[in-house]
Every structure is written in C-alpha cells, then in structure tokens.
C-alpha cells in the first residue's frame, strides 16, 4: 500500500490529512476526522465532513465525545449500528448529533499515553461489512502514532541543538558570549580592517583581588558578583559593542565602529564606582578592575586576532603593575613576561593542528606490590631546539583558547597508545589518566567525544580516567555536574587531581561523581621528615577513604616518602622515585604489567 508507506516521510498534520483522504474515499462513511485530546478537548487535526459541518480546528469536550467510551473499553471500535451499542444509545438521548455508524480507534504517543483518535461517522446504519476495515484502521492509527513520535523526537533533537549551538558560544553563568563567539567576531573585525581599513579596538580587564572576594564570601557570591559586573559593563557600551566572559573573572570588549577605545574603557571603570549588592544583599562591595586596550586605527598594519587580544593581555598586566583600577593602552616597548607569548603562540597553534605535540607517559604505581596500574598521558612541546616546559606552553594554550584542541590531541594519542598496551598485556584493566581542563569540563560535547575515543580504540570505558582540578568545578559548576555526570554514565571514571590546592568545598566535591583523589605534590615534599606533614596526609587519606575514593598521592621522590605512604595505608603513588615521565617505549614491553 503506498499510504503505508509514504505515511512515515510527511510531516504528523500532512500524515492525518492523508490518512482522512484515504479513509473518505475507501470507507463509505459521511465523516472522518483525526483529532487529538487537548485540555479536556477533542480537537480535529484533519476533518473531511459531508454531513455535520465540522472543521479542523473546531472541537468539544472529551466528555461530549462517542469515543471516550471506545478509549475505556465500553464501546467497541467499529460499531455498523451505533444504536445498538448500550453505552452510544445511552449518550445518544443527550446529543444532537445523530449517529447511525460509529467507528473509532486510539492513536497512542510513543510513551503509550493517549493521543487522539480516528474517527469515522454516519448518520445511517450501515452494513457489517463495515468490520472488516478493522486491521486497516489498526495499521493507520499505529503509522500516525509512529509519525507522531518522529516528530516529537526531530522536535527535541532540534530544541537540543539549538540549546548545544547557544552553549558553545555562551557563558552559561552571565549569557554572555564566551571566548569562542568573541574570538569569531574579532577575527572578523580584523578581516575587515585588513580590507576596509575600518578601525577595531579590544578591551581586555579583569577583576582586582576576585579571589578573595571567594575566599572570604564563597563562590556564589563571586558568582553573583560576576553576573552583576557584566550588566553593569553592559550599561556603559554601545548597542554595537560585544561584551564576553572569556574566563573566570576576565572579560573582554569588543569595539568594530569606531569612537575611542580610552573614553569606553573609563565609562567601565567609572560604572565600578557605586557598591555592589551581592550575597542575597547580605553584602556590599567595590569592584576595582585593571584594563588593557590594544587597537588598530585604520592606517595601522593589520594583525591576527590572537596578536591583537594578545596585546591587550599584554596591557592589562601593565595596568596591574602600575596599581590597579587603571587603563593600560598597549605599546610595543611593554616586556611584561606575557610578551614572550607573541612569538611562541603562532608556532603553538601551529604544532596543535598539525598534531606536533608530544605525549609522555608517567606510571602509577600499586604500592603493595609496586606494578603499574595506570599511565597518566602529559604533553610536551619542543619548538625548534627548545623544550618548552608545561608550565609556560599550557597556560599560553589557554590564553590562545587551544586548550579543547591540546586536550583533544592527548586523549586521542593516549587512547590509542593504551589500546595497544592492552593488546600486548593481554587484558583491557590497564588504566589511563588525561588532564581535563575547566574550559573542557564544562562543553556539553566533550561526552561525545570520550565516548569516540572509547569507540574507536575498543577499550573498557573504565580504563579512561579524565583529571579535573579543584578549580574546574568553580567557574560553571551546574554545568561540570552535568558533564561529569554523563561521563561516568558511559563509564569512563573521573579523578580529582592537585587535592588540597584549589578552593572547592566538600559541598561541590560531593556534587560531582568522582572515582579517584589525586593528593598534590605540596603535601608529600617533607612527608618522611615532618611529623605534622605526616598528620595531614593521614587526614587527606582518611578523607579519600571516607568517601569511597581510591587515593593516589603524586611527588613521591624518596623511599622514605613511600615507607610513610605503606605505613599509612596508602594503596597507590605516583612520582620520580618510580618514574619520570617518558615515551611509551620506555615502559612496555615489560613483564610486570602482565598481572596489572
């Protein structure tokens, strides 16, 4: 049948009126109508009526309707003589409709709840052949029912990518655009200086000592703090100008028409003058911020986005040093230590794309028995001759917004890497930790992602351990809940790395569904020479316990370190003393992870 089929392609109200032309023309009744149920109403979706004047949109109560008692069981669907059924002839005395056939089947939603119907009517008794239709009726309402949930799933999965497409490119604490969005609209503020030498200027500032203001009032008032600052900065811009939360406290401005990027940057400071009201007006404030502005006119030579926004960071520490609450327009003779990211970002968004950094592997060992468990995978670059340490090349990263690519690089590498060492163990409960960092965290798409490298490299989800900080948790904690919540539902286990570093409390710990506590190196330096030393780690270890987390503590250097370790319980450590960190080749083959 060529309705059967082309039913699922139409739209659910081109699919009701198909199946109404289809019915009027094979089933010889004076009414057809699907309708659906709607606040107490029987609504018509699609109608072809001959005989009772009714139209699509028209509708009365559920109550009033022949098929409420079809839908209950006290009525059948197809009834040639309606007269004859008890529970029609009883309802008939009350109504003016005068029905002499009835026939009427459920149209269900995918979750089996009621729908509407299928309704067909006649003023006149007619044969029993009419029953026959019965299986065609069935096959037509079950067709409506299946395009009806096809809708409503294209429906949700178009509200839901609407919803990722505003989430990627939008702060989800303030809703302004995040650094994505501003990068794309500096970039094309830039390619139209470059063409119609039209001037573009950037605004980069963050707030003066936001760190205490979470120290000593806590997080949500931070956070309430920044969402008060961007409606404030907001107020002191034009209609043009773009506002985004780049990260934590740092905001950025752009300006594409032209005025003075200074007059702008001190109607900002000046909306700082009056108190904040934050806390549930538990607290008042001052809000001090250091601004760097860095512009093009359009006689200057043009520049890349990321030498621009790069210029304003530039001025932005100027201004810091200077004493705060103060503008900084970016000079060339400025050789603040940011400045060394003007020559090495390019190369690094270089050696990103072209998958030109390097991972390293370090064990983690059982202390028990002393074999590795798992690998935590780190990223190294070496530019030219030059090793480029972590600590300058990942902060740069995330200046540059290169940190979801360098992220993206390890985790591919490692779990291809791990796929192969546990192809040569013989077993898939070797383990692999990645460092997540907070702006990774926090993307509703990473999931999907782990879930590809997971896919493609065969792996038990439960061997991929993603490594959040502390401070991961404090920029958009509903939102790392969320993803951290969809990452242990597809298996992979989560870690808390640096424990004892950052500012989380237990509250936003136990939000988060971790597997694995990562004690930092600042509590293992003295472990095996300082009494109190050794008082806080049995503490933390005691903690991690507590809460069901299996511990690793890192910077175990001396035997001395791991004796106190044992002593204490500890069941696993990570450091020089094992291993430093290196190529995969310098671990495997080895005979000791045949029992991991």
């Not at 070797?430 to 896919?455: E, H, K, Q, W």
Request: with cysteine; charged share 25%; glycine share 8%.
């Amino acid at each position: 049948m060529r309705l059967e089929s082309s039913l699922p392609l139409m739209s659910f109200e081109e699919a009701c009126a198909e199946v109404v032309r289809y019915l009027k023309a094979a089933v010889p009744l004076g009414f057809w109508s699907v309708s659906r149920q709607e606040n107490g109403r029987q609504v018509h979706v699609s109608v072809q009526d001959d005989v009772y004047g009714k139209a699509v949109g028209d509708s009365h109560d559920w109550s009033d309707s022949y098929c409420q008692f079809m839908v209950t069981g006290e009525a059948p669907h197809i009834a040639p003589d309606a007269m004859a059924v008890p529970r029609f002839a009883a309802a008939g005395v009350t109504r003016e409709l005068r029905i002499g056939a009835y026939v009427g089947i459920p149209i269900r939603a995918g979750d089996g709840s009621l729908f509407g119907t299928i309704c067909g009517l006649d003023p006149e008794i007619q044969p029993t052949s009419l029953l026959d239709h019965a299986p065609v009726l069935r096959l037509l309402a079950d067709l409506l029912g299946r395009v009806l949930e096809a809708e409503t799933l294209r429906e949700e999965a178009e509200d839901r990518s609407i919803e990722l497409r505003w989430l990627a490119l939008h702060d989800q604490l303030t809703g302004l655009p995040n650094r994505a969005m501003f990068l794309d609209r500096l970039q094309h503020a830039v390619e139209l200086h470059r063409r119609d030498h039209r001037p573009v200027a950037v605004l980069l500032f963050d707030l003066d000592d936001f760190k205490a203001v979470n120290d000593r009032l806590g997080h949500a008032a931070g956070d309430d703090l920044l969402v008060r600052v961007g409606e404030r900065v907001l107020g002191a811009l034009r209609a043009g100008d773009t506002l985004a939360r780049l990260s934590g406290d740092e905001f950025a401005v752009l300006l594409e028409d032209g005025g003075d990027p200074l007059v702008t940057g001190r109607r900002i400071l000046d909306s700082m003058r009056e108190p904040f009201v934050i806390a549930k007006g538990h607290a008042q404030l001052t809000a001090a911020v250091s601004m760097g502005v860095a512009d093009l006119t359009g006689h200057d030579e043009p520049v890349a986005a990321e030498v621009l926004l790069s210029h304003a960071d530039i001025a932005m520490y100027s201004a810091k040093a200077a004493g705060k609450h103060r503008i900084a327009l970016y000079d060339p003779a400025m050789t603040l230590p940011g400045a060394r990211d003007l020559a090495l970002r390019g190369p690094l968004r270089r050696a990103v794309d072209a998958g030109g950094i390097d991972v390293v592997y370090q064990p983690i060992i059982e202390l028990g028995s002393g074999a590795p468990v798992a690998f935590e995978a780190l990223a190294r670059w070496r530019h030219g001759s030059e090793d480029v340490p972590p600590d300058v090349f990942v902060p740069m990263a995330a200046r540059a917004d290169l940190l979801p690519e360098l992220t993206a690089h390890v985790l591919e590498v490692a779990g291809a890497q791990l796929a192969r060492w546990s192809v040569e163990i013989g077993h898939r409960r070797l383990r692999m930790s990645v460092n997540i960092p907070p702006a990774v965290i926090v993307d509703p798409t990473f999931p999907d992602a782990v879930a590809g490298v997971i896919s493609r490299y065969g792996l038990a989800p439960e061997q991929l351990v993603l490594e959040i900080t502390e401070d991961s948790l404090l920029a958009d904690l509903p939102a790392a809940r969320a993803v951290t919540a969809r990452l242990r539902s597809i298996g992979a286990g989560l870690a808390l790395d640096d424990f004892g570093t950052g500012y989380s409390s237990l509250v936003h710990l136990r939000q988060i569904p971790l597997q694995y506590l990562k004690i930092d190196r600042e509590f293992t330096g003295d472990l095996d020479t300082n009494p109190v030393t050794e008082r806080f780690m049995r503490a933390l270890l005691a903690l991690g316990g507590d809460l069901g987390l299996d511990v690793v503590v890192e910077g175990v250097e001396r035997p001395g370190q791991a004796d106190v370790l044992r002593r204490l319980g500890c069941g696993y450590a990570q450091g020089f003393l094992f291993a430093e960190p290196g190529p995969a080749a310098t671990f495997l083959p080895a005979a000791d992870l045949m029992g991991v």
